[in-house]
C-alpha cells in the first residue's frame, strides 16, 4: 500500500468514527520514521478498533438514560469527599443531552487524575445543566457524613436551574427532594449521568484540596486529598487538626494539641 493510498483510507476511517483522533494519526505518520506504513495502519486500525468497544460501553452504560427516554430532564448525582479526615463532602449534578456522545465516562476514581480534568471540561462544555453543592468539615460534624452529604445533594440539584423530571442517584434516596429519584448501586460505573456527576464533584473536590494545600502546606492535602494517609496522620500528630480537619473523624489518632 502507497503512503499516500495508506493516509487517504485512514482519514476516511477516522473522519467516520472519530475526526478529532485524526490529527495524531496524521502527526505520527508524518515523524515516525522508523515505523513503516504497514506498521502505522495497524496502529490506526487497532485504535479505531479499541473507539468502537468505547462507544459500545457507552452504549451499555446508557441503559438507564433510556429507560427515562421519555423525560425531558435526566439528572445524575454523586458524591466526592464521605471518607478523608479533612475538607468537605462535595456533591455533582449533571444533566447530559440526549444521546450523549461524551466517551470514557466511567466512575471517577476508575479515572486517572488527568482523564478526570479532560473530562470535567468535555462536561462543563456539553452539559445542559450542571452544578455542584458542599457541606463543610463543621457542618458534617454537626449532623454526620450522611445527613451532610444529603445536604450537598440538595444543595447541587437546586444550582441547577432546570428542575429535574428524575434523579438517578448513586446508591442513596435523599431524603426531603419531591422529584421522583431512582437509586442504583455502583451507579458511577452503570449510568453515564451519574458517572459525569461522580466527575464533577471530584474533579471540583480535588481542586479545592490542591488550593487548601498552598495554605496549610504542611498536611499533604495537594497529594492525599485529605484522606488518611501515613503522612496525613503523622502531621496530625506533630501539627494538630487544621480548621478543615474533621473533629467527628480524627478521635482515634493521636492528634496534637
Do not use: W
Not at 488527568?114 to 463543621?138: C, H, N, S, W
Not at 434523579?167 to 455502583?186: E, F, Y
Not at 487544621?242 to 478521635?251: G, L, N, Q, V
Amino acid at each position: 500500500m502507497s503512503e499516500k493510498l495508506a493516509i487517504s483510507e485512514i482519514k476516511k476511517q477516522y473522519q467516520a468514527a472519530d475526526e478529532t483522533l485524526l490529527p495524531d494519526f496524521i502527526s505520527s505518520f508524518q515523524t515516525d520514521e522508523r515505523a513503516g506504513v504497514q506498521a502505522l495502519v495497524e496502529k490506526a486500525q487497532k485504535q479505531l478498533k479499541a473507539l468502537k468497544a468505547e462507544r459500545q460501553r457507552i452504549y451499555e452504560m446508557s441503559s438507564y438514560e433510556r429507560e427515562y427516554a421519555d423525560l425531558a430532564y435526566i439528572c445524575g448525582i454523586d458524591e466526592a469527599g464521605r471518607g478523608p479526615l479533612a475538607g468537605p463532602v462535595v456533591a455533582g449534578a449533571v444533566i447530559l443531552p440526549k444521546d450523549c456522545d461524551i466517551l470514557y465516562l466511567n466512575d471517577s476514581k476508575q479515572l486517572s487524575a488527568k482523564k478526570r480534568e479532560e473530562l470535567y471540561d468535555v462536561i462543563m462544555e456539553k452539559a445542559v445543566a450542571a452544578a455542584v453543592g458542599f457541606a463543610t468539615p463543621q457542618r458534617i460534624d454537626e449532623i454526620n457524613i450522611l445527613q451532610a452529604t444529603y445536604e450537598a445533594m440538595r444543595q447541587a440539584i437546586q444550582g441547577l436551574g432546570i428542575r429535574p423530571d428524575i434523579l438517578l442517584n448513586d446508591a442513596v434516596t435523599i431524603p426531603g427532594v419531591s422529584i421522583r429519584q431512582v437509586p442504583i448501586i455502583k451507579g458511577d460505573a452503570k449510568s453515564v449521568s451519574i458517572a459525569a456527576a461522580s466527575i464533577l464533584a471530584k474533579v471540583t473536590r480535588d481542586r479545592l484540596m490542591v488550593e487548601y494545600d498552598k495554605v496549610m502546606p504542611e498536611y499533604g492535602f495537594a497529594q492525599n486529598k485529605g484522606y488518611g494517609s501515613a503522612a496525613h496522620i503523622k502531621a496530625l500528630e506533630e501539627y494538630g487538626a487544621s480548621p478543615i480537619h474533621r473533629k467527628s473523624f480524627i478521635t482515634h489518632f493521636k492528634v496534637k494539641e
